[in-house]
């Protein structure tokens, strides 16, 4: 007879296989991290040996949680288009997350301590995530009690902690232990026609980092609408700009705007200015910019 042990784990890898079956069935691509789970369940589940005692199956038993739990975000995460599921995960309002880092802290040694990039992360980054996160359950809070009377305050709060999660992720991402080295393709083209060549590139960039006034960033961005790539520095994380995002609705609300004939009534000009709104053409931006999707964070 089986013991209990060999019957469970029995059923853990038939369960494992019926997984990977399903994934093949919908066609989920390879690269999907909901693979990697599964592969490093397998290895776990083959590498047990028959002499397993209590402590190990209920490792195990976490292991499978653990797992069932991922699988279940991920597939909960995918939305219907017509007859197929496209994976198309949002992130809901107020539950940014840390996003991990695909490489070591010691990793980028010596040019980056470890110590640096410790508190970098897990101290720095956490606070914008924490930030981004309560200002936009406290705008919820005004819409629910119609009570913007903090509004100006919660949308810098907004601007300055969701720039500095979505740009710290997107720091992250742009270093790497085997960086270093020169673009390849559609950049270095595009880096060599519009500011020269590489190393000018490099220089300006580096100056832009260098001579920015006080805290913030150097960038280097894509203009969808010249079509071409600009640097530009940014003081602090934002000053109202929430970088990474792309504006949709735009509202003028200079003097020149509305003064000459609304006056001193703002509230009036942008209450009136509903009427005049093209909402074909801001559903057109939508759908180009919702385009891009970055992993959600
Ligand atoms: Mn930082």
Do not use: C
Not at 152 to 181: C, D, I, Q, R
Not at 197 to 206: A, L, Q, W, Y
Not at 217 to 237: D, F, G, K, N, T
């Amino acid at each position: 007879m089986m013991s209990k042990f060999e019957e469970y784990f029995k059923e853990v890898g038939q369960w494992n296989e019926r997984w990977k079956k399903f994934l093949e069935a919908e066609e989920i691509s390879k690269s999907e991290s909901v693979w990697d789970n599964l592969d490093r369940f397998t290895d776990i589940v083959e590498n047990l040996s028959s002499t397993v005692d209590e402590k190990a199956l209920v490792n195990l038993q976490l292991e499978v949680e653990t797992l069932h739990n991922e699988m279940e975000n991920y597939f909960s995460s995918r939305q219907q288009v017509g007859s197929i599921w496209i994976n198309e995960p949002a992130v809901p309002l107020g539950q940014h997350k840390l996003p991990p880092l695909a490489y070591p802290y010691e990793s980028l040694e010596p040019f980056i301590s470890s110590e640096i990039m410790k508190l970098h992360h897990q101290k720095h980054h956490q606070t914008y995530v924490d930030g981004l996160n309560q200002a936009e359950e406290n705008l919820k809070k005004a819409r629910e009690n119609g009570d913007y009377s903090l509004l100006n305050h919660w949308t810098k709060e907004l601007a300055f902690h969701g720039s500095g999660h979505y740009l710290h992720t997107v720091f992250w991402e742009n270093m790497s232990p085997k960086g270093g080295g020169k673009p390849e393709g559609k950049l270095i083209n595009m880096i060599d026609s519009y500011f020269g060549s590489f190393e000018v590139f490099k220089k300006h960039f580096t100056e832009a980092g260098s001579q920015l006034r006080g805290a913030g960033w150097a960038l280097l961005v894509w203009s969808p609408r010249s079509r071409h790539l600009e640097i530009l520095q940014s003081e602090s994380h934002m000053i109202y700009t929430q970088w990474d995002t792309t504006p949709l609705l735009v509202l003028d609300v200079w003097e020149h705007a509305y003064y000459p004939q609304y006056k001193n009534n703002r509230r009036a000009y942008a209450e009136n200015w509903w009427q005049v709104v093209n909402w074909r053409d801001v559903e057109k931006r939508l759908e180009r910019a919702s385009e891009i999707k970055w992993p959600p964070y």
